[in-house]
């Protein structure tokens, strides 16, 4: 370092002299335009955001405010809200981590940079963005999404499940349920952002328990699933799971599996300790009132529940042997094991309601009865009688419906099947009946010869997607529109079920009026036919014709107010026979009618 | 004023008298606070007072994620906030356990190496101005910015890069970003020599800062001093090559010492690292197109990620010496405690006031900005 002393010379700094013959270092006075991954001013696009706030929670400097914009749609089934991010340029630090969590996709950062105004203005700090940037001029997107920037995992765990030469000639469950690194691993995905509350019917609390799952405290989600649904055990395995289709995660990836991590609290806690949990939220002293429920099915059950839990005394009359419904009688137990339905209703006597089955109201006890000997009755019966095509031949003996077979199953463990069976239908009964039979087939014959005819096309189907996978794996055999048109008997035998191709199910106008290719008809050997296209209740005998005479009704369902009371002062309806068509359905439709039921009952809302 | 709380005051001989740098002076950094007693031109006392840029960064770490102390924690040294992020993700990496991508490594050394270049030239600028020197302030100033457009073309901000997370970067260079880079250090170096003939070789600057705040080797080591100011005192300890971090260990540089221990001596280590620099990103950008793989180690959903009990303590070497975090898990969603070691907070302080003693009133800030302290990472 000998050359930096100071022995130089003091005119050293001259030579700076020498710029004079160098050009000159100028910046242009036009604004420069940022680097390409450039981190402006936010960029929202509306229609891609569902406004689940993910911003808002993950945002270092709470810049992030959720706002109303009315004139977006807000659609809880669909999981979309209507609010949007509103940044606070006060506050934000520009880091994007907002942009990397999105699970929509919908943030970016532009390569716009500059805002200035007058005091009066100071408000314009607080922005809305949308698509076309800060102040109505697109600057281009500066930083956003890459393939692998997403801080959240989109994909869910896998739930393993018995392969299908292991399942297809028992009725033993078929999927295995999370380990507690799964569940863990899944609950860990949720970005508590609450859509899948939202969406579900009866609005269960589950950001709430899918956080104590991951907290590791399976007692606390249990409690905070009874917080909704005394069917636990069964939402945790037959749910229609509208929450999956609301949650935010499965915008861009799967959703969270929400409906089997609930079954993983369910399953993680013992039944005595649930039954001892549930007893927590039992009143303290009983009202006094008495109410019957006819129907002991999800909803009758769940309104027994709540009436029981706020201390009323409830009493629920069911025709059958055993309590259940729809549950016991009309899903196979490879999908759900009878034992955990016992155990839902358990944890409901537990509470203090008595079930009397056996006790047909119309034959052993009359509606009337029941009138004078209770304070409010709730009915509660389902839809358990099979709707038929009423096509050429479908009045033959062997031409039956889903939900009786399936109750035949139920009730005498097994049935005899012929060796080929065809299935009308492409809901999710079409599919339970068409995967029973075909396992009492290969029990019976050794083989599957099961056919499903449904008239939508195979993404149209009804049934879960899952359910018509399974079903194809299990050696089902699935046929896609297809309109059935004769059940064909040939000297009194049933000999096919002949059907034409579907060219289009509803007309212009949306009402249903299948439209059919004629030239394309097939004939599906078949020494069973099943249909599979709807339920209607059968109440008339049940009401007598006095009462039917008095109610309102509409094309065979009952109808009710919005609290689910029916014209007759003393009577709610609850369940699939106003409103369905599954259990959690049935669950938030039993919450409400047991909240009218104890308002009334206290007094404190008089029937208008 | 009541009556009660009036106080006579002594007032000192005439040639006495109290001067107060800062908080707000040309010749401070930050919001930094010198309390000098002077005796004529002489300084017989100095009272630093860091409080002033008290922002209270440790307690707030306490109180966000963890992934959201990224974007906090740069803000701790403006001039060279880049090992800040860089440091705190080491830390946090160790107790979780998360190995980092190679090629995320040697981008964060790219990161680190580029954000001490721009730190010393801003350095340079700063010292040469409390000379008197107004000229190489702004080049300093504005050769900087050629590596702030670096940093604005692939972390995305110009000062603040919030580019690292637990785990690794968060974006791929982009295209053609490596001959840039390349061009903009041939440039740099270039300007060598006009620097040199400007402000290093200059006779004014050299009779100004020989022999100004002196820090003997023994004083440096007792006052826990690292960085170029423990190398312009003779030792040559660099945390880069004697604890090695990242790729340092497979990356040639010299770690240069001077013996004066004074203000000049000092920035001539400052000019010779930025030399060493230079040469580790041509390393690291002639190895870089060769190193694939991913750019980070994903980390669970950051809302919910809980950091498994324990503590780490990491330390690289940034352009004021050993920066380190000790932070400590208690296993939940946020850190238990984050204890930031600022290397400002061991030479900015104690031995700023005493390196002050005995100088001159025109040396205050001169003797600061030769230590190169920075404020904020005096009280976080």
């Not at chain 1, 880091?95 to 716009?112: F, M, Q, R, W, Y």
């Not at chain 1, 949720?190 to 907290?215: F, K, L, N």
């Not at chain 1, 917080?227 to 229609?240: A, I, K």
Request: charged content about 25%.
């Amino acid at each position: 370092m000998s050359d930096y002393n100071d022995e130089g010379s003091l005119l050293r700094p001259l030579r700076a002299l020498s710029f004079l013959g160098r050009p000159a270092v100028t910046e242009p006075l036009e604004p420069r335009l940022a680097a390409e991954g450039y981190r402006g001013f936010h960029l929202n696009e509306h229609a891609e955001c569902v406004g689940c706030s993910s911003c808002q929670k993950i945002c270092d400097n709470a810049a992030i405010t959720m706002v109303e914009v009315p004139e977006l749609p807000n659609d809880e089934a669909k999981g979309i809200r209507n609010l949007r991010p509103a940044v606070d340029y006060g506050r934000c630090c520009w880091c994007a981590l907002c942009v990397d969590i999105c699970p929509t996709g919908s943030l970016s950062l532009s390569k716009e940079y500059v805002h200035t105004c007058t005091q009066e203005e100071i408000d314009s700090y607080f922005m809305l963005p949308n698509e076309t940037g800060m102040h109505g001029t697109f600057y281009g997107k500066g930083w956003q999404k890459t393939e692998t920037s997403d801080l959240l995992d989109l994909q869910r765990q896998e739930m393993g499940e018995r392969p299908a030469e292991l399942r297809v000639d028992n009725f033993d469950e078929i999927v295995d349920g999370f380990t507690p690194e799964q569940a863990m691993a899944e609950a860990s995905r949720c970005v508590q952002c609450g859509m899948c509350h939202d969406a579900c019917p009866t609005g269960m609390d589950a950001p709430e328990y899918i956080r104590s799952i991951y907290e590791g405290d399976l007692e606390q989600a249990v409690r905070w699933i009874y917080q909704s649904n005394p069917f636990s055990h069964v939402c945790g395995r037959v749910c229609t799971h509208r929450c999956e289709d609301a949650c935010s995660i499965g915008v861009r990836g799967t959703p969270l599996a929400i409906r089997w991590l609930k079954r993983y609290a369910m399953d993680g806690v013992s039944h005595q300790r649930i039954q001892e949990i549930t007893q927590e939220q039992r009143a303290a002293e009983s009202t006094g009132h008495t109410v019957a429920v006819v129907g002991a099915g999800p909803a009758g059950l769940t309104t027994a529940w709540d009436l029981a839990r706020k201390g009323h005394k409830v009493v629920v009359y069911e025709s059958r042997q055993q309590p259940g419904g729809m549950p016991r009688y009309g899903i196979p137990e490879y999908r759900l094991p009878y034992e955990m339905l016992d155990r839902d209703i358990e944890t409901i006597t537990a509470m203090g309601v008595e079930i009397r089955c056996g006790e047909e109201v119309g034959k052993q006890v009359t509606m009337e009865q029941l009138q004078q000997e209770y304070d409010a009755v709730v009915l509660a019966i389902g839809l358990h009688l099979g709707r038929s095509t009423r096509i050429p031949g479908s009045d033959h003996a062997h031409v039956r419906s889903a939900v009786e077979l399936l109750r035949q199953v139920t009730e005498e463990g097994t049935i005899e099947v012929p060796e080929e069976v065809v299935v009308i239908g492409g809901g999710n009964v079409a599919m339970d009946i068409a995967r029973t039979v075909a396992r009492l087939q290969r029990q019976q014959w050794g083989g599957v010869k099961t056919v499903v005819t449904a008239l939508e096309a195979e993404e149209n189907f009804l049934a879960d997607p899952a359910e018509i996978r399974e079903a194809a794996e299990e050696g089902v055999t699935i046929c896609p529109s297809r309109g059935p048109q004769e059940c064909v008997v040939e000297a009194g035998q049933l000999q096919s079920l002949r059907t034409w191709g579907v060219c289009s199910i509803f007309d212009q106008q949306g009402r249903f009026a299948p439209h059919y290719d004629e030239g394309d008809e097939q004939c599906h050997p078949a020494g069973m036919v099943i249909e599979a296209i709807g339920q209607m209740s059968n109440a008339d005998q049940l009401l007598g014709d006095m009462l039917t005479e008095r109610l309102e009704w509409d094309r065979g369902r009952l109808q009710v107010c919005e609290n689910g009371r029916t014209s007759e002062t003393w009577l709610w309806a609850a369940g699939d026979c106003v409103n369905g068509p599954d259990v959690v359905h049935a669950v938030a439709d039993g919450h409400r009618v047991a909240t009218s039921i104890d308002e009334v009952l206290r007094g404190a809302l008089k029937h208008a | 004023m009541r009556a009660e709380n009036y106080q006579q005051i002594n007032h000192p001989p005439s040639h006495a008298f109290e001067l107060n740098f800062g908080p707000n002076h040309p010749g401070i950094e930050g919001n930094y606070a010198l309390q000098v007693q002077v005796e004529g031109d002489t300084v017989v006392q100095a009272r630093a007072d860091g409080g002033y840029l008290h922002r209270g960064f440790e307690k707030l770490m306490e109180q966000r994620l963890w992934i959201q102390n990224i974007a906090l924690v740069p803000r701790i040294c403006v001039p060279d906030p880049s090992p800040m992020e860089v440091c705190y993700s080491m830390a946090v990496e160790q107790i979780a356990g998360i190995e980092v991508p190679e090629r995320a490594q040697w981008i964060r050394v790219m990161q680190l190496e580029l954000s001490r270049i721009a730190a010393h030239l801003f350095t340079f600028g700063g010292h040469a101005a409390t000379t008197g020197m107004y000229s190489p302030m702004f080049w300093g100033v504005a050769d900087r910015d050629l590596i702030l457009d670096l940093f604005e073309e692939f972390t995305g901000g110009r000062i603040y890069s919030i580019y690292n997370l637990p785990g690794g970067v968060r974006r791929e260079l982009p295209e053609g970003f490596l001959q840039r880079v390349t061009d903009t250090l041939d440039y740099i170096e270039s300007r060598l020599p006009d620097y040199d003939d400007l402000f290093f070789k200059n006779r004014v600057f050299i009779k100004r800062a020989k022999g100004v705040g002196v820090t003997e080797q023994a004083m440096a080591l007792e006052y826990g001093v690292t960085g170029p100011n423990l190398r312009a005192a003779g030792l040559p300890f660099d945390v880069r090559r004697d604890d090695p971090y990242l790729v340092y260990e497979q990356l040639e540089f010299e770690v240069p010492t001077e013996e004066a221990g004074d203000a000049w001596a000092r920035t001539l280590v400052r000019r010779s690292e930025l030399i060493e620099s230079i040469r580790i990103v041509r390393q690291v950008v002639a190895a870089l197109p060769d190193i694939g793989g991913p750019l980070r180690t994903p980390i669970p959903n950051p809302l919910a990620w809980r950091v498994p009990a324990g503590e780490s303590y990491a330390r690289v070497e940034s352009s004021k010496g050993e920066l380190a975090y000790y932070v400590v898990s208690d296993g939940s969603e946020k850190p238990w405690r984050v204890h930031v070691r600022g290397p400002s907070s061991m030479h900015a302080v104690q031995v700023l006031e005493e390196l002050v003693k005995g100088g001159r009133i025109e040396d205050v800030a001169q003797t600061m900005f030769s230590l190169d302290a920075c404020p904020p990472e005096v009280d976080r």
